[in-house]
């Protein structure tokens, strides 16, 4: 009974995450990439393609029962650097409302942030800067940052704790409850269990009152200061209190800062400009005043999933100058602009999250001068609105009705624009991902076909062995006039039995395991520290499942006439024998 | 030859690895409808192989049994098993309980067998009824709903004997009824078969070592290696014998 339910629960359990996986995979790489993209076959240069609005017309023209939208882009790849470390990316222009249309970049934009390049808290741009979006699984690789969170007044202790389960496991946090004496210095983090005792530490000081408001700021301040000596790890520091001192109290705390502690911390609070670093030392210090209650720590996690959004980053590419065309001479050179992140999305696939930077096509065309430039001095003409001209893009990327066509409406589009555009398909685009998903359904499968006879045959095995145990039992049935098929009755219910009650108890914890797949994961990463579902490796981040009727069907059936079949032959064998043999079986 | 329980010329070899063991070598007996008959004979002689065959539990090798006219032979699966349901009854030496089950609900069986699910309910309280009477009348009143790990072998005879009668079989074959029990035990179980004997006018086919009970039989059959040697005729001719035409003395309480 108890193989019956494991061999129900797996077989459930694995074909159901199996065919989630493809599905969730299949899906997001269909949501992020373009069901067609058109590219220029002509690759010596980075913008192929000009006047793309016409090429757009060419496109719907030639398909217009199933090109849905298009959206152009200009895509290369950069390097992306905060401080020290840079990191390669690739600089995305796009259009946000057409990119939106064709794929499922606004969608998956964090809470709250815009997918228009506005800031997601109001901030306004610098002059020359870039906004721009990027993948959280960038920010992620930057992420190491502390938290200060302060709690000041009766109740908020409570929304501290809330908000500390919000906390990334790489950050580190510091809780302060209290006047500046009595302060708790709860530092480290990354640990379940550091999250856990900072809780209890913060219930037993549930409604300590913050005293002395600005020498508790000046203190904090201070810490941030002389912490940041030689680390450039950016700071939040969370306030939570029902009346809190307004904003001047925060700048007057750090007017007060000596001016060394001055250059090294630089402050800025939502609604303010951003301002440059102040030097490579500098320490970023984001306040955050938020209301205790429930809705904090959606707020923190909007707000704060990553100090840098809001701040600013630099990236450098080279470019293939073409010389003809430009009046530069023919060589790569390099090229740097700033850009402001505003806003970080999550598309849940971690090679589009860790790769991707939006940014406005027309910043974009304008950095990597895809544009008309001047022969002199290299910068783009702008016309009389301040807008570039002739920009030039290297993708188009096309929303269609029936994706799964991609292929043959792709044919289409050649024919229909001639000329040398090279155009794929999200399957193409994604061939060996999509084949890999599955060869491994397919191995699945295979192995799967192998646990049935496994467990077919214990079942048999289990069954046999009752049926043996029984024999003399049969023999004094069958010499007291029971008929082969009256015995064998007995046998096959007791194989249903089991049966339905393993396929029954399988299916229950099936489905619960299938609906706590996550929570279950997370409970067995805080037990043992080991992660059951990497998502680097996964390319998603949360475990999927899918419940696919006629599997649940075939399973539970073939398990239920597989039981009946082991129950039947050897009970067949055993009535089958003489009574006596029967009778006389030892 | 009496028409009602007929053996003719019953072999019956046993195939050891690729040696034929002849155990039964053309063994006739006849028994006449409210026969007590007893078979006795030296261990090994093949007297509990016969009762097998001659109660439908085995086949004979050749030969053939008739039971009023009807060929063993030419009964079908189905049939045998009616047969050893509501005609024949076996006490075995070793009881054969099932030993899941009370005394009442091992004495309750052949009737569960011999109806289907659904009469069962119906029959049910009858059936109880008739096996407490049985099995109070063994003296077991007080034993119902003990499992037979828990009787004693006197008490667990008792209870297969109660089981071989509820379905009021036409011949009750008994192989070594009081086989594993003191004298005492046995004299009490074997005053039960006589009276039940007497007073139902049931056949009796049954194989003993116990000279009592033997001598009490109507005819005794003598069987040594395989074969009768002695068969037919009342036996030893002892003073203590009862005719065979005026039927069993009362038994001695
Ligand atoms: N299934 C069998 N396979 C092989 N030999 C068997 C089998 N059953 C019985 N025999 C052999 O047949 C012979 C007769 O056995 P049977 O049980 O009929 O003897 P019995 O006369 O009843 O003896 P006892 O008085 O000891 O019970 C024995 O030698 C026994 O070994
Ligand atoms: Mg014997």
């Known amino acids: 009974m108890i193989g019956v ?39 010596s240069r980075l913008g192929s393609m000009e006047n793309w609005e016409e090429l757009a017309k060419r496109v719907k023209a030639a398909a217009p029962d199933e090109v849905i939208a298009v959206s152009p882009q200009l895509e290369w790849p950069i390097m992306i650097s905060k401080g020290q470390t840079p990191q390669p990316a690739t600089l995305v222009g796009i259009i946000p409302d057409r990119e939106a249309q064709v794929s499922g970049f606004a969608e998956h934009m964090l809470d709250g942030h815009p997918p228009d390049f506005t800031d997601f808290s109001g901030r306004k741009i610098p002059e020359g800067w870039g906004p721009c979006i990027m993948g959280s699984g960038i920010l992620t690789t930057h992420r190491n940052k502390d938290i200060l969170f302060v709690a000041d007044g009766p109740g908020t202790a409570a929304s501290v704790a809330d908000c500390l389960s919000a906390v990334n496991p790489k950050d580190k946090f510091v809780v302060y409850v209290g006047d500046a004496q009595s302060t708790g210095d709860l530092a480290t983090g990354g640990d379940e269990r550091e999250y856990r005792s900072a809780q209890e530490w913060l219930k037993g000081r549930a ?9 508790l700021l000046e203190r904090i301040f201070r810490t941030l200061a002389y912490d940041t000596v030689g680390e450039t790890r950016p700071c939040v520091v969370v306030v939570f209190g029902k009346d809190l001192p307004p904003e001047s109290a925060f700048r007057d705390a750090w007017h007060r800062l ?21 030097g490579e030392k500098a320490r970023a210090a984001q306040f955050l005043l938020l209301e205790p209650g429930p809705q904090a720590r959606l707020e923190l996690v909007s707000r704060v999933q990553d100090p840098y959004i809001g701040t600013a980053v630099t990236i450098t590419t080279i470019t293939p100058e073409d010389a003809r065309d430009r009046g530069v001479d023919p060589r790569i050179t390099p090229t740097s602009s ?55 893009i290297n993708k188009l990327r096309i929303k269609v009705v029936h994706y799964d066509d991609a292929d043959k409406i ?26 890999a998903v599955a060869v491994e359904r397919t191995l699945t499968g295979v192995i799967m076909f192998f646990i049935v006879v496994m467990a077919a ?130 | 030859m009496s028409g009602f329980l007929d053996a003719r010329d019953i072999r019956r070899d046993f195939q050891i690895g690729d040696r034929s063991l002849p155990v039964l070598r053309g063994v006739d007996l006849s028994v006449e409808p409210g026969d007590v008959v007893a078979i ?107 499992v037979p ?50 007073e139902k006018c049931t056949t009796f086919v049954m194989v003993t070592h116990e000279p009592s009970l033997a001598r009490r039989a109507h005819r005794v059959v003598r069987m040594v290696d395989g074969l009768i040697v002695d068969g037919e005729v009342p036996p030893t001719t002892g003073a203590a014998v009862p005719p065979a035409s005026a039927p069993s003395p009362s038994p001695n309480a």
């Open chain 2, 40 to 146: 006795v004979g030296p261990s090994g002689a093949g007297k509990s192989t016969f009762l097998h065959i001659l109660g439908l539990l085995d086949r004979p090798t050749s030969g053939s049994v008739m039971f009023k006219g009807q060929a063993y032979s030419d009964l079908g699966d189905r049939e045998r098993a009616r047969m050893r349901n509501s005609t024949f009854s076996f006490v075995f030496q070793f009881y054969h309980l099932l030993p899941e089950l009370t005394a009442l609900e091992n004495a309750l069986m052949p009737v569960m067998i011999q109806s289907s699910i659904l009469a069962w309910p119906v029959l049910r309280g009858e059936a109880r009824r008739k096996a407490r009477e049985l099995l109070e009348r063994m003296g077991m009143g007080e034993r119902l709903h003990h």
């Open chain 1, 207 to 215: 409604d300590a009152p913050v005293r002395k408001w600005p020498d």
């Open chain 1, 410 to 435: 792709a044919e289409r589009i050649r024919k229909g624009l001639g000329g040398s555009y090279g155009l794929f398909t999200w399957q193409s685009e994604k061939a060996i991902l999509l084949q």
């Open chain 1, 5 to 43: 339910w494991f061999g129900v629960l797996t077989l459930l359990v694995v074909t159901s995450v199996m065919g989630g996986f493809a599905r969730d995979l299949r899906a997001r790489i269909r949501g992020m990439s373009a069901h067609i993209t058109v590219t220029s076959s002509q690759f």
């Open chain 2, 149 to 198: 790990g828990r009787l004693s072998g006197g008490e667990r005879q008792r209870v297969a004997i109660a089981r071989a009668l509820m379905t009021s079989p036409e011949v009750v074959f008994c192989d070594e009824p009081t086989g594993n029990l003191d004298t005492v035990t046995s004299q009490e179980i074997q005053d039960l078969l006589w009276s039940l004997a007497e």
């Open chain 1, 338 to 392: 700033k850009l402001a992140i505003v806003g970080a999305f999550n598309s849940g696939m971690n090679e589009y999250d860790s790769q991707i930077v939006y940014a406005p096509l027309e910043f974009v065309q304008k950095a990597l001068r895809e544009c008309r430039v001047d022969p002199n001095t290299k910068e783009p003409i702008l016309d009389a609105t301040g807008r570039i001209q002739a920009g030039r």
């Open chain 1, 457 to 586: 045959f214990s079942i048999l095995a289990i069954l046999s062995m009752l049926v043996t145990e029984k024999t003399r039992d049969i023999g004094i049935l069958r010499a007291q006039g029971a008929t082969v098929p009256g015995i064998m009755a007995i046998f096959l219910s007791e194989g249903a039995v089991i049966g339905i009650v393993g396929c029954g108890l399988g299916l229950g914890t099936a489905k619960y395991v299938l609906d706590n797949l996550n929570p279950l994961a997370d409970w067995i990463y805080s037990k043992t520290g080991w992660y059951p579902f990497p998502k680097n490796i996964y390319l998603l981040d949360r475990i999927p499942h899918q419940v696919d009727g006629p599997i649940w069907i075939l399973v539970v059936s073939a398990t239920l006439f597989v039981c009946l079949l082991a129950a039947l032959w050897p009970s067949w064998k055993a009535a089958r024998l003489n009574p006596i043999d029967a009778l006389r079986y030892e």
């Open chain 1, 258 to 278: 000596s001016p060394e502690s001055r250059r090294l911390l630089r402050v800025f609070t939502p609604g303010e400009t951003l301002t440059e670093p102040g």
